[in-house]
């Protein structure tokens, strides 16, 4: 296959990687475009842009940061939708909203493109391992094209039907519950930290007794052990909670958790933390407000 890959960064570079792999034709354009260097060496072509990128290809996969970034991509100068050829697929890996993922299916349907909705669970070392899990949602023939590809750089492909949408409402929705992981945590440390317990302990303990997850495991020690570079940031998770607000706001449905995690992500972002590590800035902000108040 001829493919492209817009969007080269942390989680795009690893996963366009394991793509040329494959053995496809792959190639690549980043706004930045000095990032592009290590794939060019791997084997990729270069592009000067979106359009370039998907005049030839018959996929073309996207994960810019968040919506405003994808819209960019995909609608303004020299964006793929006007480049795409009929026929080709959009590959929309980004946890994008519900709202402009309901858009691009109109928008690729009306030029006779296709359209297939693959938001992934996993960090930049989980996507280098190939071991992503990808949500996949779009009409058959699509999928059973794109669905090799997927399953290059994942350790499984849930499918969700036809209907584009429903796989980013439902990573959505799974990146919710990663942040219930991390709130629910980040107190039951400052809990644990309070009786003279050792939180690494009062983790491996409460995880193998209760949940057997090695998310919890993952997440801990992110938490615990802060990297340098963060997989994602305060800020990206205050983004999608918010995109979980909206769109369950949209059926009118309450979510007076996620409300809470809104407030308090946004204080984080408040204290500085915003480009801090998703997991451990929580942890951090939390710790520091109990600290404050004790």
């Known amino acids: 296959m ?11 570079f690893p996963i366009a990687t394991l793509l040329i792999k494959t053995g496809h034709d792959l190639t690549a354009w980043n706004r930045t475009r000095s990032r592009l260097q290590p794939l060019l060496e791997s084997g990729a072509s270069p592009a000067y842009s979106p359009a370039e990128a998907s005049r030839a290809s018959e996929v073309v996969f996207t994960m810019p940061m968040d919506d405003a970034g994808l819209e960019e991509v995909v609608f303004g100068n020299d964006g793929l939708l006007e480049a795409l050829p009929e026929n ?4 929309s890996l980004s946890t994008i909203s519900v709202e402009l993922s309901q ?28 071991k992503l899990w990808t949500v996949a949602a779009g009409k058959q023939n699509d999928l059973d094209r794109v669905k090799p590809l997927l399953e290059s750089f994942s350790r499984g492909v849930t499918v969700i039907g036809d209907k584009p949408y429903k796989a980013h409402a439902l990573k959505i929705g799974g990146n919710f519950l990663i942040t219930a992981m991390i709130a629910s945590l980040s107190e039951g440390f400052v809990y644990a930290e309070s009786q003279s317990i050792d939180p690494a302990l009062y983790l491996e303990a409460a995880n193998v007794a209760l949940f057997q997850s090695p998310f919890y495991t993952a997440y801990g020690n992110v938490m615990l052990h802060p990297p340098e570079i963060p997989g994602a940031t305060v800020a990206l998770g205050q983004k999608d909670t918010r995109l979980f607000r909206e769109a369950a706001a949209a059926t009118n449905t309450k979510t007076p958790l996620a409300d809470h995690f809104q407030e308090q992500l946004q204080k984080a972002n408040d204290a500085g933390l915003r480009d801090r590590d998703w997991a451990s800035g929580y942890y951090q902000f939390v710790r520091s407000v109990s600290q404050r108040n004790s």
């Open 103 to 130: 858009k691009l299916t109109v928008e690729h349907s009306v030029r006779k493109q296709g359209f297939v909705a693959a938001p992934v669970f996993g960090r930049p070392h989980v996507a280098a391992a190939g």
């Open 88 to 91: 080709a697929i959009h590959v």
């Open 2 to 12: 001829r493919i492209a890959f817009l969007c080269t960064g942390q989680m795009g």
